[in-house]
């Protein structure tokens, strides 16, 4: 089992920045990459950022060049360092782990407000 913890989410005026971050514990080998998603107050769910074992990283379209996801440190702690946030980012952001089976952890809230 590999158990997840992210922290770091809050309330942001738009324009600023937030890091939310995702240490990873347990039996975290094998490893094949890390990644956010987010479910909007709508319920709806979306891919933010992912980056595999190799480096490989891949955003969605709407946070390309504002969003920013790193390798998990020897720590094994991830982050996404989420630059110009807009109110349209505020969601329930979970980070995932695939390793031997996709771990999810319990999820942080963004809120980007006025």
């Known amino acids: 089992q590999v158990q997840l913890v992210e922290s770091g989410g809050g309330v942001v005026q738009p324009g600023e920045s937030l890091r939310v971050s995702c240490t990873a514990s347990?039996?975290?080998?094998?490893?094949?990459?890390m990644g956010w998603y987010r479910r909007f107050p709508s319920g709806q769910a979306q891919m933010v950022a992912s980056?595999?074992?190799?480096?490989?990283?891949n955003y969605e379209e709407s946070v390309k060049g504002r969003f920013t996801i790193s390798r998990p440190n020897a720590n094994m702690t991830g982050y996404l360092q989420m630059n110009a946030l807009k109110p349209e980012d505020t969601a329930l952001y979970y980070c995932?782990?695939?390793?031997?089976?996709?771990?999810w952890g319990q999820g942080t809230q963004v809120t980007v407000s006025l």
């Open positions: 995932y782990y695939k390793g031997s089976q996709t771990y």
């Open positions: 347990g039996r975290i080998s094998p490893y094949y990459g």
């Open positions: 980056i595999k074992a190799d480096g490989a990283r």
